[in-house]
């Protein structure tokens, strides 16, 4: 690592006789702006969560701006606790993304595009041109782009007119898809909750049916190297083969589709066909606390349990998807995601029992099996320490 620094910069970095030291971890699917709503999710299944918890609560929050300013703080420093020093930030306001680039922390920011409760889609794409035009370009280190929220927040006449201008514009794409069993029912059959919500506002014709949404935001151009899609749990087999063919990237995200009763995600297929699957910690109102080792170690125990089979699904594997993969899903694989000369200072040093560590069999499995907050002993945002000994 230190042959990346030039001689005067380079520092010595001294940890105890059972300590790692990883990249950062990248948390490549988050709301921070949401972190003051916490116990927003308790008992809500999806559909529920969002229209009567998500809804009024941004609707209050609104009423004071500083709450999402708040919200972001907070979320930031559960996060850095937790050794995440990179986050793909999603919302329809930037608090986030300002939080971040304050703290020098790299990530992105896709700004959400909705359109479901809009009378009339043209107007409503008018009216969204001039905060389009103010977003910021994409920096080296930090993404700006778009999230065309879901295939049904953001129908498929707006989606289609975000995609083409990502394109024009060269901004990456990042949204929920395949999220719940509500969405899946919606789509592939014309049933269930969210048939029933968009038939009351007599928005149905806005959507084709018989169609995966997969399928759906292919047909619309949004899949691609350029695409990092949030949850893709209901999924087929032909949704993974479009997944591995357009190179779209996969953010995991097991607590959250636990706690909203979503289901599993399909990791170890995604995996086998190629998908690059990172991680995410979702927004604390979704999630309740913000912690990527928690995340870690779901994705291999639920992945396991879902196959009945090991494959894949081993500590080097979810480590790289914490990392490396989280870096790729953003774009941002020259800055981040490993150790290496040239790359960002983004590190994270764990302390564990010495005990338990001569007795892992690799490192990665140490993270895995006892990683957490109580292990972070130093954390490094682009070299300057932000948490630990040398932080304090
Ligand atoms: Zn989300």
């Known amino acids: 690592m230190e042959a990346g620094l030039a001689p005067r910069d380079a520092r010595v970095i001294r940890g105890g006789p059972s300590s790692v030291l990883m990249p950062g971890l990248i948390s490549a699917h988050t709301h921070l702006a949401l972190g003051h709503l916490s116990h927003l999710a308790q008992d809500r299944p999806f559909l529920d969560w969002i229209l009567h918890g998500i809804v009024p609560a941004l609707a209050t929050s609104a009423a004071d701006p500083s709450s999402f300013e708040r919200g972001a703080e907070q979320s930031l420093d559960a996060l850095i606790a937790g050794g995440v020093t990179a986050v793909g930030e999603n919302f329809l306001r930037d608090e986030g993304a300002t939080a971040l680039r304050r703290r020098g922390q790299s990530g992105a920011y896709f700004h959400e595009i909705f359109g479901s409760t809009a009378p009339d889609l043209d107007a409503y794409w008018e009216s969204l041109q001039p905060e389009l035009d103010r977003l910021p370009t994409s920096r080296a280190d930090f993404q700006v782009g778009y999230s065309p929220h879901t295939p049904w927040t953001c129908p498929p006449e707006v989606f289609r007119r975000v995609v083409t201008r990502a394109r024009r514009e060269g901004r990456r794409l990042s949204y929920h898809l395949a999220e719940s069993p509500a969405e899946d029912a919606f789509f592939r059959r014309r049933e269930g909750p969210l048939r029933d919500l968009l038939a009351r506002r007599d928005y149905l014709d806005r959507y084709p049916s018989g169609i995966s949404p997969v399928a759906l935001v292919e047909s619309l151009g949004g899949l691609g190297p350029d695409v990092a899609v949030a949850h893709a749990i209901h999924l087929d087999e032909s949704d993974i083969e479009r997944l591995a063919r357009t190179r779209t990237s996969v953010v995991h995200c097991p607590t959250s589709n636990l706690r909203l009763a979503e289901g599993i995600a399909p990791v170890l297929p995604l995996l086998e066909a190629g998908v690059n699957v990172a991680l995410g910690v979702d927004s604390a109102a979704s999630t309740g606390r913000l912690d990527l080792f928690d995340e870690m170690r779901l994705a ?20 790289a998807m914490a990392t490396i993969h989280g870096a790729r899903a953003l774009g941002l694989e020259g800055q981040l995601g490993t150790l290496e000369p040239g790359k960002r200072a983004d590190l994270l040093l764990l302390e564990f029992d010495p005990a338990r560590f001569s007795s892992a069999p690799t490192s990665a499995d140490l993270v895995i099996q006892d990683g957490g907050r109580d292990r972070v002993s130093e954390v490094w945002v682009a070299g300057v320490p932000v948490r630990g000994g040398h932080g304090r």
């Not at 291999?300 to 480590?319: D, M």
């Open 300 to 319: 291999l125990l639920l992945g396991r349990g879902r196959e009945r089979r090991v494959g894949l699904l081993t500590a080097p594997t979810i480590v």
